[in-house]
């Protein structure tokens, strides 16, 4: 059962404005990753079902967050199916994120009253996705749909719309600026947060600070 009501998960990836994300088979190392982005400041974080049995290594590190980073909000990302859907709201996933727009999966997330974030690429799966009732859309691919523009273009005709792209998103002051101009509400940090070699040096004060300063870059944003 999620640990978080769906308002405050809502509330809290508008308030922070990002989202890390990130998969890994290695139990220890996804702990360390998310430690790092709590330390941070980061208060959600999105794991990826990316591999064989990762339901598990979830269900691990789900545990081990509620004790040792209590506040931070664990979601499930890469969700094609309700059945998966459901797997992980069985294992207490506060919000589930998926590349494609799936209706069954509306119906399993709005039954738990579990936050829903399907990927969108076109105005159209937009409104399809908030008629069922979501209400963070995530643009997917972020950077190949149309980047920033695509989020300014969308605005004009449905102003409410809250969009979190994912996919072309680097925690630099240029991109996260063209994005959060655009009209975002929030944005999905994956490998460019958590590059290859410094995951190979352990060198986890990088993701830490590459966290605060996304936080403190985005926060300014929003106050301009």
Known sequence: MARFKRLHVLNTVTETGIVPLFYSQDVQLVKNVVKA???????????????DFAHE?????????????????????????????????????NFIVSPSLNPDMAKV???????????????SEINLAEELGCEIVKIFPGKEVGG?????????????????????????KENLEAWFKAGVTCVGLGSQLTPKDVLAKGDFAFI????????AIIKNLKID
């Open 37 to 51: 982005c709590y330390d941070g400041g980061a208060r959600v974080f999105e794991f990826t079902n990316r591999g």
């Open 148 to 172: 920033p523009s695509f989020v300014k273009a969308i605005a004009a005709p449905c102003p409410w719309t809250s969009v979190m792209p994912s996919g072309g998103v680097s925690p630099d």
């Open 109 to 123: 997330c709005n039954r738990r009253k579990i936050a829903w974030m399907p990927g969108c690429g076109t105005l």
């Open 208 to 215: 830490e600070n590459k966290v605060k300063e996304a936080i």
């Open 57 to 93: 290594v979830f269900a691990e590190v789900n545990k081990w967050c509620a004790t040792e980073c209590p506040e931070m909000i664990m979601g499930v990302g890469s969700i094609v199916d309700a059945g998966t859907a459901s797997l992980y709201i069985q294992l207490g996933a």
